[in-house]
């Protein structure tokens, strides 16, 4: 079973820049795809970013290309999500989750993480 836990959001000035983190226990993430969603009070939890198993695949959602991204350090079980040049509308608990199996490609359909951290809260003000 992988456990994940997000670090790194607070509050911050629309225009600033927050460097989120997901750490995993109970497994390694080396072979799963990684995402990230974010969900807003009163609305659907979001695909963000997702970075694959193997080789430089990344998505984004429209809204943040250019501004967010996502990585991962497979040497320290730990993905990022660097967010940059932040919005107001990107006001959310920012969640990361692991595919439901090693070896699947990425995707931006919640239905295809089994695995989920806490989720961390960030806010942008205006």
């Known amino acids: 079973q992988v456990q994940l836990v997000e670090s790194g959001g607070g509050l911050v000035p629309a225009g600033g820049s927050l460097r989120l983190s997901c750490a995993a226990s109970?497994?390694?993430?080396?072979?799963?795809?990684m995402g990230w969603f974010r969900q807003a009070p009163g609305k659907e939890r979001e695909f963000v970013a997702a970075?694959?198993?193997?080789?430089?695949?990344?998505s984004y959602l429209d809204s943040v290309k250019g501004r967010f991204t996502i990585s991962r350090d497979n040497a320290k079980n730990t993905v990022y999500l660097q967010m940059n040049s932040v919005k107001p509308e990107d006001t959310a608990v920012y969640y990361c989750a692991a595919g439901r199996r090693p070896w699947l490609p990425t995707s931006k359909s919640k239905d295809e993480y089994a695995y989920w951290g806490q989720g961390t809260q960030v806010t942008v003000s205006s």
């Open positions: 970075i694959a198993w193997s080789g430089p695949a990344m």
């Open positions: 109970g497994g390694t993430l080396s072979r799963y795809s």
